[in-house]
């Protein structure tokens, strides 16, 4: 086939149709419901579709696009780069500027004590990259025995082995008979569903002694690490009150198990904060980062070492065996630097926080107020989740493990605003460029698809 000839919308989707395999997707089901949708632009928070449709985009792509589409400053970036140097490595004794002002940029940014970064492609290579740093750090450290992983139901931390294996989503786990040995899953803080009316912080202090009996029950000897999200993002948007993470560095510190926060999403502004460690007060020996640091411009992630732990590895260890071709790729180095560079001139963390994070939230309330369907509205800066029940009063659920979780999310998409069906939650994190006309928009959408959702269910 000649790829320069032009194809008309119906092509392209009989082509997708034929020959992607979609991720995340019931390639039959999707066939029978006619094919996906073809979305051929986006500028800011809006896309278009082969039909012409402008779509809000309320979920930022996959939690990424934290700038919004279109920036012509970060395509110049990369084509810049692409014409300067379009490829060089750091294996062998070599470095390109992108890569080092990146890593530069970075331990500015995180929270002090993290002021080494290992690149690689995607959210999960990352957290593979830390699993291994970890085994090795505690072989170096002479203490073989601490292997065991600890993260929480819900999680999700990516889709290579390991990371499924650290995530916590049990139909995941289903697919490849995982998680691999030597991963443990404990209770996540999540309140609505958990706390039987135990106030939040108590709640909050109880979850995380969850971590705690999970290290004595496998011996602290045997313990490596905790991970887990600041705000568990792709299981269902899960706000821990904020008792929950001091109460974990107190517990890891204690224990001696090192720390991770996989900032994956909520790193890059999206709570308000550079990064959710700093909205928390974690105390992470290692960040996970990825999506929001190109906002998804081009694929690129990151693992910021803390001192105590790189020192160790630099040391002790000689040459990590592990990288990938692509790990400091200079183009989405480059990308990484001008988003940034955009976030900061825009002040969109600040901006977040102080301004169209409560702004939403608010619009939210108002406009859900009383609705039969919503048991809960609940969000942080620009991330948040909208618990859907059969019974405001009792938080009863609708029978159908999360059906009309999905439903509701057919009609945003249906109504042209892009939000998540999680279980029974409609979730959203829009670009943090999102203006308070385009808030009050994919709020009005979002009413009339839970409308429609209760017209459905009778
Ligand atoms: N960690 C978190 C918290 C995520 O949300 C994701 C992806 O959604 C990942 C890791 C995996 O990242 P990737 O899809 O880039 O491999």
Redesign the pocket.
Same mark, same amino acid.
């Given at each position: 086939m000649d790829t320069h000839s032009p194809l008309g919308p119906d092509a392209l989707k009989a082509l997708d149709g034929r020959h992607h395999l979609h991720p995340f997707t019931d390639t039959k089901a999707l066939a029978a419901e006619g094919g996906a949708r073809l979305i051929v632009r986006g500028e800011g928070v809006w896309l278009t579709d082969a039909d012409g449709q402008r779509i809000l985009d309320g979920m930022a792509g996959?939690?990424c696009v934290n700038v919004g589409y279109g920036r012509a400053e970060l395509a110049e970036a990369a084509h810049r780069q692409l014409l300067d140097l379009s490829f060089y490595h750091g294996f062998f004794k070599t470095t390109t500027e992108p890569v080092a002002r990146l890593a530069g940029k970075l331990a500015e940014l995180a929270p002090p004590g993290l002021s080494r970064a290992f690149f690689a492609? &995607? +959210? &999960? $290579? #990352?957290?593979d990259t830390i699993v291994r740093m970890v085994r090795h750090y505690w072989n170096l450290k002479g203490r073989p025995g601490k292997k065991a992983f600890i993260s929480r139901t819900h +999680?999700?931390? +990516? =889709?290579?082995m390991a &990371?499924t294996s650290l995530g916590g989503i049990g139909v995941m786990h289903g697919q490849g008979d995982l998680p691999l040995p030597g991963f443990h899953h404990v209770m996540p803080p999540y309140a609505f569903d958990l706390a039987r009316g135990l106030d939040p912080e108590a709640f909050g202090r109880l979850a995380a002694r969850a971590v705690e009996e999970k290290i004595l029950e496998l011996g602290p000897e045997n313990v490596a690490a905790f991970i887990g $999200?600041p705000i568990? +993002? #792709?299981g269902g948007v899960i706000i821990p009150p904020d008792s929950y993470w001091p109460e974990i560095n107190r517990i890891c510190r204690e224990h001696d198990i090192l720390l991770i926060a996989? $900032?994956?999403?909520?790193g890059f502004g999206r709570l308000g904060h550079w990064f959710g460690s700093q909205r928390y007060g974690i105390e992470p020996d290692f960040m =996970?980062l #990825?999506?929001g640091i190109t906002s998804g411009y081009l694929?690129l &992630?990151a693992v910021m070492v803390g001192d105590r732990v790189a020192e160790t590895l630099i040391e002790e260890g000689g040459e990590f065996y592990h990288g990938f071709t692509y790990s400091g790729h200079p183009v989405p180095c480059a990308v990484a630097l001008a988003n940034i560079d955009l976030i900061e001139r825009e002040t969109l963390v600040e901006r977040v926080r102080t301004d169209i994070g409560p702004y939403l939230r608010r619009r939210f309330e108002e406009a859900l107020e009383g609705h039969p369907l919503v048991g809960e509205i609940r969000s942080e800066g620009l991330i948040g989740a909208i618990e859907i029940v059969k019974d405001r009063r009792t938080r009863e659920r609708w029978p159908g493990d999360g059906k009309v979780g999905l439903m509701a999310r057919d009609h945003c998409f249906r109504n042209n605003v892009i939000m998540r069906g999680i279980r029974d939650s409609l979730v959203f994190a829009p670009p943090l460029t999102l203006s308070h006309a385009e808030a009050d928009e994919m709020v009005a959408r979002a009413r009339l698809s839970l409308d429609q959702t209760a017209r459905d269910l009778g």
């Amino acid at each position: 086939m000649d790829t320069h000839s032009p194809l008309g919308p119906d092509a392209l989707k009989a082509l997708d149709g034929r020959h992607h395999l979609h991720p995340f997707t019931d390639t039959k089901a999707l066939a029978a419901e006619g094919g996906a949708r073809l979305i051929v632009r986006g500028e800011g928070v809006w896309l278009t579709d082969a039909d012409g449709q402008r779509i809000l985009d309320g979920m930022a792509g996959l939690w990424c696009v934290n700038v919004g589409y279109g920036r012509a400053e970060l395509a110049e970036a990369a084509h810049r780069q692409l014409l300067d140097l379009s490829f060089y490595h750091g294996f062998f004794k070599t470095t390109t500027e992108p890569v080092a002002r990146l890593a530069g940029k970075l331990a500015e940014l995180a929270p002090p004590g993290l002021s080494r970064a290992f690149f690689a492609n &995607s +959210g &999960s $290579e #990352a957290n593979d990259t830390i699993v291994r740093m970890v085994r090795h750090y505690w072989n170096l450290k002479g203490r073989p025995g601490k292997k065991a992983f600890i993260s929480r139901t819900h +999680g999700y931390h +990516g =889709t290579t082995m390991a &990371s499924t294996s650290l995530g916590g989503i049990g139909v995941m786990h289903g697919q490849g008979d995982l998680p691999l040995p030597g991963f443990h899953h404990v209770m996540p803080p999540y309140a609505f569903d958990l706390a039987r009316g135990l106030d939040p912080e108590a709640f909050g202090r109880l979850a995380a002694r969850a971590v705690e009996e999970k290290i004595l029950e496998l011996g602290p000897e045997n313990v490596a690490a905790f991970i887990g $999200e600041p705000i568990q +993002g #792709a299981g269902g948007v899960i706000i821990p009150p904020d008792s929950y993470w001091p109460e974990i560095n107190r517990i890891c510190r204690e224990h001696d198990i090192l720390l991770i926060a996989d $900032e994956v999403i909520c790193g890059f502004g999206r709570l308000g904060h550079w990064f959710g460690s700093q909205r928390y007060g974690i105390e992470p020996d290692f960040m =996970t980062l #990825a999506k929001g640091i190109t906002s998804g411009y081009l694929p690129l &992630s990151a693992v910021m070492v803390g001192d105590r732990v790189a020192e160790t590895l630099i040391e002790e260890g000689g040459e990590f065996y592990h990288g990938f071709t692509y790990s400091g790729h200079p183009v989405p180095c480059a990308v990484a630097l001008a988003n940034i560079d955009l976030i900061e001139r825009e002040t969109l963390v600040e901006r977040v926080r102080t301004d169209i994070g409560p702004y939403l939230r608010r619009r939210f309330e108002e406009a859900l107020e009383g609705h039969p369907l919503v048991g809960e509205i609940r969000s942080e800066g620009l991330i948040g989740a909208i618990e859907i029940v059969k019974d405001r009063r009792t938080r009863e659920r609708w029978p159908g493990d999360g059906k009309v979780g999905l439903m509701a999310r057919d009609h945003c998409f249906r109504n042209n605003v892009i939000m998540r069906g999680i279980r029974d939650s409609l979730v959203f994190a829009p670009p943090l460029t999102l203006s308070h006309a385009e808030a009050d928009e994919m709020v009005a959408r979002a009413r009339l698809s839970l409308d429609q959702t209760a017209r459905d269910l009778g």
